[in-house]
């Protein structure tokens, strides 16, 4: 097994092999590929942290770091980092390559001069890299001394919301692609119409595109053909939704007013695709 940094003639075997690994794991289909396709153009990418890992000379593993940031209590931004997408073939997972590569990429990144790791990922995996739980985000201090107990809000990088930004680039850039069938499956992260909120379980849950094939990001009562079926702004669609407060609480420990329900959804509704940056 080695690891050395990627170069030029690998960029498309290893865009597959992050398809490859990522499909239907935390929902249908995957992101991740188009992601690492666009930000090695990007200027928080760090082509020095941009690694492969190969046994028997293929390519089984990558992981690549780019530059984030903190916004501090008193609205100040402070310096860090992230890494991801890390991808590992699904040949070879669950076999503890992961965790060498990474471990190997976070010495590379300490010797940098890296002094804060801040990402979101699975704590059950991460833990046994040195992360621990922050707030609802994964940190680690590279250097000790580097973060010094503040107070702030993590920022992913704006390059790792690309597929969502530029959604017709997204998929002209799939379809280059051999055609993989997507999945809801046990185990992915809850997936919930990105208009609404509405939760997404099936494909029966789902919208349409407009030649008729299944829609995952939106429900079906928010889109269908390819278009949305309400013309409306994220405020106009929180007040509709409020009208339902009484079946939300169905499902919920503590029921909830029209009015905690707004401020609930205020505070989700801009992380939605269709409301993000607007």
């Known amino acids: 097994m080695t690891i050395r940094l990627e170069e030029k003639k690998d960029w498309r075997e290893v865009e597959n ?3 490859e690994a990522f499909w239907n794991v935390y929902k249908p289909g995957c992101l991740e590929h188009y992601v690492l396709n666009r930000y090695r153009s990007n200027p928080d990418f760090i082509p020095e942290l941009d690694y492969v890992m190969e046994e028997d000379g293929k390519i089984i593993g990558h992981v690549m770091f780019s530059k984030a940031e903190i916004v501090l209590d008193d609205g100040t931004k402070f310096p860090s980092w992230t890494f991801g997408p890390i991808s590992i073939h699904p040949d070879y997972k669950r076999k503890g390559y992961g965790l060498k590569l990474l471990q190997y990429a976070l010495d590379k990144a300490r010797r940098m001069g890296i002094g804060l790791l801040c990402m979101e990922g699975n704590i059950d995996f991460y833990k ?8 609802y985000f994964l940190a680690q201090e590279l250097i000790p001394g580097y973060w010094s107990g503040r107070e702030g809000t993590y920022c992913p990088p704006a390059g790792y919301f690309v597929a969502d930004t530029d959604p017709a680039g ?14 809801f499956l046990p185990g992915q ?36 053909d390819g278009h949305f079926l309400q013309e409306m ?18 499902n919920m420990p503590k029921p ?6 707004k401020q609930m959804m205020y505070g989700f509704f801009p992380m939605l695709k269709r409301w993000r940056n607007k």
Do not use: W
């Open 233 to 250: 702004t994220m405020d106009q669609m929180i007040e509709h939704c409020a009208q339902f407060v009484d079946e939300v609480n169905k």
């Open 128 to 135: 046994h890299a040195g992360f621990d739980l922050a707030s």
């Open 256 to 261: 909830m007013t029209r009015d905690e329900y």
């Open 189 to 224: 992260l809850p997936q919930f119409c990105q208009s609404c909120g509405m939760p997404l379980t099936s494909e029966e849950d789902c919208g349409t595109n407009a030649d008729g094939s299944i829609n995952y990001d939106y429900c079906k009562y928010c889109y269908a």
């Open 17 to 19: 092999l992050t398809r």
């Open 170 to 183: 997204f998929e002209a850039y799939e379809a280059t692609f051999p055609a993989k069938e997507k999945a």
